[in-house]
């Protein structure tokens, strides 16, 4: 059933057809209405050039100078206007040198990448133009490159990624042709920024079938260009009663499964946390991957950093890797360390990762269950609460200044955590009979 087409798109294309120009709504939004999923983006195509749109629709704004692509605003949405055009020499392997506007709807659709990106409807009347073979491909699941893929990936390199993240969040395959043409020219992702790699990834990881977008990457061979860290999971061994399911790399496959609508934050702990693994691999009485969290943490900063992260994002996702194992201690935790854990940051995507961890390994969800259970347990505020004494208290009570105060205070903290302290009068009996109000000299 196709998914409707939204009133502002049609509005755009009917105001352009009434002033004589073709106009169509193109690519992505076409592709999802044929698979009933919910329509995002919205790009129109048009036979008008960016002065002719500008004078239909005074507010435009220009988005794309070289390329005349513009921004119009109906209804709180945005739509992208694009005048056909055909493109002319990559040589940068990006972005193309120069472009000719074209009155011809076919010569926009073969400069596109792949074909199911390739069909133009007629918003207006419900007409589909398939120039490539489009809808072919769409009953098919398959991406397919139009044309000649060696050429679409000279061009541009990055919609190898993205011929990826199609092939991940739609559940096609990639058609054989185009797949090798990945493999061919896979070492020219070097050519693209980081940043749009860093997007792509994102994407994968995000928008839905990240375990088969990096299958497809593994398959493809772009991983060892993106992530070389992840190619060396390949064939690390893990103990068995720990880890069934067999090597790093088929654990963090799994993990990447039970991503649902993640985070990026979450979703990229979930694919580096065990990045250490293979650095940290001993085998003596069993297979061992000492502080493979810490040096994990490590690995993680420098391989966000390195695909230009924001620096928030890194953050989290460093905390989210070194503390992913302090949850095998819960059954030992005393109510202090265990309020601890909880004050960790994101701690709702710290407890989904310890849950798809499990979920990839052995499957038995007890120490998650047993967080749940002691978290409900937990009376209102209890993580959290406020000092019983504040550090004026403490002077008042003829403490001195200084680093002591600190201890003091924590001292305190722990003992109100573990519930042994509940008023200000039981803090102040605790301070008083266990630190001296003033220190002996040391002089």
Same mark, same amino acid.
């Given at each position: 059933?196709?998914?409707?087409?939204?009133?502002?798109? #049609?509005?755009?294309?009917?105001?352009?057809?009434?002033?004589?120009?073709?106009?169509?709504?193109?690519?992505?939004?076409?592709?999802?209405?044929?698979?009933?999923?919910?329509?995002?983006?919205?790009?129109?195509?048009?036979?008008? &050039?960016?002065?002719?749109?500008?004078? *239909?629709?005074?507010?435009?704004?220009?988005?794309?100078?070289?390329?005349?692509?513009?921004?119009?605003?109906?209804?709180?949405?945005?739509?992208?206007?694009?005048?056909?055009? =055909?493109?002319?020499?990559?040589?940068?392997?990006?972005?193309?040198?120069?472009?000719?506007?074209?009155?011809?709807?076919?010569?926009?659709?073969?400069?596109?990448?792949?074909?199911?990106?390739?069909?133009?409807?007629?918003?207006?009347?419900?007409?589909?133009?398939?120039?490539?073979?489009?809808?072919?491909?769409?009953?098919?699941?398959?991406?397919?490159?139009?044309?000649?893929?060696?050429?679409?990936?000279?061009?541009?390199?990055? #919609?190898?990624?993205?011929?990826?993240?199609?092939?991940?969040?739609?559940?096609?395959?990639?058609?054989?042709?185009?797949?090798?043409?990945?493999?061919?020219?896979?070492?020219?992702?070097?050519?693209?920024?980081?940043? #749009?790699?860093?997007?792509?990834?994102?994407?994968?990881? &995000?928008?839905?079938?990240?375990?088969?977008?990096?299958?497809?990457?593994?398959?493809?061979?772009?991983?060892?260009?993106?992530?070389?860290?992840?190619?060396?999971?390949?064939?690390?061994?893990?103990?068995?009663?720990?880890?069934?399911?067999?090597?790093?790399?088929?654990?963090?496959?799994?993990?990447?499964?039970?991503?649902?609508?993640? =985070?990026?934050?979450?979703?990229?702990?979930?694919?580096?946390?065990?990045?250490?693994?293979?650095?940290?691999?001993?085998?003596?009485?069993?297979?061992?991957?000492?502080?493979?969290?810490?040096?994990?943490?490590?690995?993680?900063?420098?391989?966000?950093?390195?695909?230009?992260?924001?620096?928030?994002?890194?953050?989290?996702?460093?905390?989210?890797?070194?503390?992913?194992?302090?949850?095998?201690?819960?059954?030992?935790?005393?109510?202090?360390?265990?309020?601890?854990?909880?004050?960790?940051?994101?701690?709702?995507?710290?407890?989904?990762?310890? #849950?798809?961890?499990?979920?990839?390994?052995?499957?038995?969800?007890?120490?998650?269950?047993?967080?749940?259970?002691?978290?409900?347990?937990?009376?209102?505020?209890?993580?959290?609460?406020?000092?019983?004494?504040?550090?004026?208290? *403490?002077?008042? *009570?003829?403490?001195?200044?200084?680093?002591?105060?600190?201890?003091?205070?924590?001292?305190?903290?722990?003992?109100?955590?573990?519930?042994?302290?509940?008023?200000?009068?039981?803090?102040?009996?605790?301070?008083?009979?266990?630190?001296?109000?003033?220190?002996?000299? &040391?002089?």
């Amino acid at each position: 059933m196709l998914s409707p087409v939204p009133a502002p798109a #049609r509005t755009v294309c009917t105001r352009l057809q009434q002033a004589g120009h073709m106009a169509y709504l193109a690519g992505g939004a076409v592709r999802d209405r044929l698979l009933g999923l919910p329509v995002g983006d919205l790009d129109v195509a048009t036979a008008a &050039t960016p002065d002719e749109v500008v004078a *239909l629709f005074p507010g435009a704004r220009l988005v794309g100078a070289s390329f005349g692509v513009l921004l119009v605003r109906q209804n709180g949405m945005e739509i992208q206007i694009a005048t056909f055009r =055909s493109d002319h020499s990559y040589t940068d392997h990006r972005r193309p040198d120069s472009v000719a506007y074209e009155t011809d709807p076919r010569q926009d659709v073969l400069r596109r990448d792949f074909t199911i990106n390739g069909l133009l409807e007629d918003p207006v009347s419900g007409e589909i133009f398939d120039y490539v073979g489009g809808r072919a491909d769409l009953g098919a699941r398959v991406i397919r490159a139009i044309g000649d893929p060696q050429a679409r990936f000279a061009e541009d390199a990055l #919609r190898m990624l993205r011929a990826v993240r199609f092939a991940a969040r739609l559940g096609f395959t990639i058609e054989p042709a185009t797949l090798e043409a990945i493999k061919t020219n896979a070492y020219s992702i070097k050519n693209i920024s980081i940043e #749009r790699i860093r997007d792509e990834i994102s994407f994968i990881l &995000t928008d839905g079938g990240a375990r088969q977008g990096f299958v497809w990457l593994q398959i493809s061979r772009l991983l060892p260009f993106v992530f070389p860290e992840l190619s060396a999971m390949e064939g690390i061994a893990q103990p068995p009663e720990f880890h069934p399911e067999g090597d790093v790399w088929t654990h963090t496959l799994l993990a990447l499964q039970y991503l649902d609508r993640p =985070s990026v934050e979450l979703a990229l702990a979930v694919l580096l946390h065990d990045v250490a693994k293979p650095v940290t691999f001993t085998q003596t009485d069993r297979i061992r991957f000492d502080g493979h969290d810490e040096r994990g943490a490590r690995m993680a900063r420098e391989i966000l950093e390195r695909l230009r992260y924001p620096n928030a994002v890194i953050d989290s996702v460093v905390s989210l890797v070194a503390n992913h194992m302090r949850f095998m201690e819960v059954d030992r935790m005393g109510p202090a360390a265990f309020k601890r854990l909880l004050r960790l940051p994101r701690f709702d995507d710290q407890l989904e990762l310890l #849950r798809i961890d499990t979920l990839a390994s052995l499957g038995r969800l007890t120490t998650y269950e047993l967080v749940k259970s002691r978290m409900a347990a937990l009376p209102p505020g209890a993580v959290r609460p406020p000092r019983l004494l504040t550090g004026d208290e *403490l002077l008042a *009570l003829g403490f001195e200044a200084g680093p002591r105060m600190g201890q003091i205070l924590a001292a305190l903290e722990h003992a109100q955590l573990e519930g042994e302290l509940s008023s200000k009068e039981e803090a102040a009996a605790f301070v008083l009979n266990r630190f001296e109000v003033k220190p002996p000299s &040391t002089a």
